[in-house]
């Protein structure tokens, strides 16, 4: 899918900015004058490291900070990468470090301040304040809504301002100059993870919570804003420095008060720059990162071959210095982000070939993607999908369903049970996820530790949730004829009691239709009576004064069939997949919806049986005359039916049809390949699928077994692998 890439203007400065971190290293301007060097390396270059720390918030920390159903496991893997990255830059500067003595008096306190805040060489700083401030808000979010944290995110800046540029004023107060002196025998600076790395984390959240108004006749006047916004901002602060620099004010020149518009400024004009159509922007952030590790070496290394070769340009003219470091820097980014990009798309592929050895579900990311699109575009603007990823998302796959809908911004799930949730939870997928069953009581913490939305299946179990006294999120199920689950229509006084519960949040109502499938009249004037039966509970709820939580009825069927019942929500489940329950009703929408899964295995081995013998368990099979079998991988422990056995079931094999022979076993099938030429050990078999100009459709099963599509897809075994095969390439 082509997608434009939003993000290109924030990609385009990632190099850029990393070289501005180099000039503050190398002082490029110094050979002209103080001024030149203190304008472009301690006032413009202060732009780059707040820039990173802005993509941090808006792509890392955004979600977790502002949404409660936010998982930590986004945070986890982020700060582990970090750590890496760290770890890796202290050894390559432990030699240098020791060669220059930076450890001959190292204490254990001093080592503290070195690896927590300094850095473990003069640049690495950066790793530890990415760490240190992320724990800090994320320890902030138990106490703080988000706001709360942007003002403290604020009062710690401006309480690093006056360690940093602002020190002379800071110094004047007695009190204030003893306690900033304490400060600093534990960090040498203030502008570190503790005071500034949180407030441009933030800055980047909230660039994150925009609305993108790219497409929208207003970019351009956007654009201009942000640009003027930006040069009169960077202006104000050009003077801010200029003055406090001017009155010596300075201990450190890191940090302004107007160095916080400045970047959100001119973050917003790079996210308000041209579009480029989408690239993976993986080259950008490895190379920059990777110049950001090695400059240092880079200028180390100058210095020696200058010192050894007694050509002193690159030592004692700083432009030189810089544009060699910057030169070379890049060039060595560049190949290591090569090699890198090599050796990951290798493993890449290693992987997914492992996972293609036995039995295995593709899923078709494009596919699902178009469904998406095409469900959107049938619901209102004001009603969500909720997608039902139940059943390991109909035998799909939960969390690689639920990751790809993750991203193309689905917020909201709905699956059967707790423990679902709780995988996909675990899995760090975030959004709403609806419990649409009946949760055990011995399960509530379950509910509570992993933010999943409970069904209020009838006022006996709203008794029940009432027990348990903690606050819970839940969704009151209300029963309009399908005698399934949820309170009936007619008891108002009950739903109304369960609104009352005062340990009950309810976030929903909703509703089930039981037939909903175009099948004539009978079945539409049902359907009609059962939303007239919800929106009398909905009138009763307003005539008694209750504010109305978010409502939903249709799933798959009611959304095609019934779209003026549309909600807040839709539960759309087997559509998404690209298929509905029948061949049938499938056809009517071909067009519009593309499967997602296809099934397929391996053939284990060929042979040859002669006429009289028979193959499989039992002797419900005897062949006729000489023929060639081939077992397959794949019983119905993996989800293929037993029922298919003794050719009333077929897979295809190099684009021809295998019929079944004998009894399906557990683990597998053996299938008539004598028409096919050539099939050999490891050729691939499809069971659901395309193979050449054929295809079997999850639609054929389920006619052949007389049940509906949803079945044979959600037993579709824990053993196949899911593969995902297109890319439906989105940023995380
Ligand atoms: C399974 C389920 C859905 C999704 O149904 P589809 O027909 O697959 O779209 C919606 N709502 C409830 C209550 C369900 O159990």
Redesign the pocket.
Same mark, same amino acid.
């Given at each position: 899918m082509q997608e434009k890439n939003r993000y290109a203007g924030i990609d385009a400065f990632r190099i850029p900015a990393a070289i501005l971190v180099v000039a503050i290293h190398t002082s490029p301007f110094a050979v002209f004058s103080d001024s030149a060097d203190f304008f472009l390396t301690r006032v413009l270059a202060r732009i780059a490291v707040p820039f990173f720390f802005m993509i941090t918030g808006q792509f890392v920390l955004s979600d977790y900070l502002t949404e409660t159903w936010e998982p930590f496991v986004k945070i986890g893997k982020y700060l582990k990468k970090m750590l890496v990255f760290y770890g890796i830059s202290i050894l390559l500067y432990l030699p240098i470090g020791i060669y220059a003595g930076h450890y001959k008096n190292l204490t254990i306190p001093l080592l503290f301040k070195m690896i927590v805040f300094d850095g473990t060489f003069y640049h690495l700083w950066y790793f530890p304040a990415c760490m240190v401030g992320i724990l800090l808000l994320c320890l902030l979010k138990r106490f703080f809504t988000i706001r709360g944290m942007y003002a403290a995110a604020g009062l710690l800046y401006a309480a690093g301002l006056f360690g940093d540029s602002y020190y002379g004023l800071a110094e004047k107060i007695p009190a204030a100059a003893s306690i900033y002196e304490a400060g600093f025998s534990i960090w040498s600076y203030t502008r570190n993870g503790l005071f500034m790395a949180p407030v441009f984390f933030l800055c980047g959240v909230y660039a994150g919570r925009c609305k993108s108004c790219i497409g929208s006749k207003k970019v351009r006047k956007k654009r201009f804003c942000a640009c003027l916004c930006f040069a009169v901002s960077f202006l104000l602060m050009t003077a801010e420095a200029f003055t406090l620099r001017y009155f010596d004010m300075q201990r450190h020149d890191s940090m302004y008060a107007l160095l916080i518009p400045v970047v959100i400024f001119f973050y917003q004009m790079l996210l308000l720059g041209p579009c480029r159509k989408e690239k993976d922007s993986w080259m950008e952030r490895t190379v920059s990162l990777v110049i950001y590790i090695i400059h240092p070496a880079i200028i180390v290394a100058l210095r020696l071959a200058a010192k050894v070769s007694g050509f002193s340009a690159p030592a004692e003219n700083s432009l030189v210095q810089f544009a060699l470091t910057a030169v070379l820097s890049y060039a060595a980014a560049y190949v290591i982000a090569v090699i890198l990009r090599r050796i990951r798309q290798s493993r890449e592929r290693k992987k997914q070939e492992m996972l293609k050895s036995r039995t295995w579900v593709e899923i078709d990311s494009d596919a699902l993607g178009n469904n998406v699109k095409f469900i959107r575009n049938i619901l209102p603007e004001n009603c969500k999908l909720m997608p =039902?990823v139940?059943a390991n998302a109909y035998g799909h796959g939960d969390v690689k369903i639920a990751s790809c809908l993750r991203r193309m911004g689905v917020d909201a799930f709905?699956v059967a049970c707790v423990n679902e949730g709780v995988r996909l939870r675990r899995a760090g997928i975030g959004g709403e996820i609806l419990v649409?069953g009946y949760t055990h009581p011995v399960q509530f913490d379950l509910l509570r530790r992993y933010c999943l939305s409970q069904t209020v299946v009838d006022s006996a179990y709203a008794k029940q949730l009432q027990l348990y006294g903690k606050k819970l999120h839940v969704h009151i199920g209300i029963d309009t004829g399908m005698h399934r689950l949820g309170e009936r229509w007619e008891n108002t006084e009950e739903i109304l009691q369960i609104f009352r519960i005062k340990n009950l949040i309810v976030d929903g109502i909703y509703t089930?239709l039981s037939a909903d499938e175009e099948k004539g009249e009978a079945n539409r004037q049902f359907t009609m009576s059962q939303a007239a039966h919800f929106s009398m509970v909905l009138d009763e709820l307003k005539e008694h004064g209750i504010r109305q939580p978010k409502v939903h009825m249709q =799933?798959?069927?009611g959304v095609f069939n019934y779209p003026a019942l549309c909600g807040d929500y839709a539960?759309?489940?087997? =559509?998404l997949y690209g298929v509905l329950s029948t061949g049938e009703d499938t056809a009517e929408w071909r067009e519009a919806l593309k499967p997602v899964l296809s099934l397929k295995t391996r053939v284990a081995s060929v042979r040859e049986i002669y006429a009289g013998e028979t193959a499989g368990y039992g002797f419900s099979f005897t062949a006729k005359r000489t023929m060639k079998i081939a077992a397959l991988s794949i019983g119905y422990a993996d989800g293929f039916p037993r029922m298919l056995s003794n050719g009333k079931g077929a897979v295809l094999i190099r684009g021809s049809i295998a019929p079944v022979v004998g009894m399906v076993c557990m683990d597998q099938t053996l299938v008539d390949v004598t028409e096919i030429a050539d099939v050999c050990t490891g050729d691939v078999a499809v069971v659901i699928g395309i193979s050449q100009e054929k295809e079997i459709s999850v639609c054929d099963l389920a006619q052949r077994l007389g049940t509906i599509t949803?079945e044979i897809l959600s037993r579709i075994g824990e053993r196949a692998e899911r593969v995902t095969i297109n890319g439906f390439r989105c940023r995380n």
């Open positions: =039902a139940k709905c649409l089930h =799933a798959s069927y539960r759309v489940g087997i =559509a949803n």
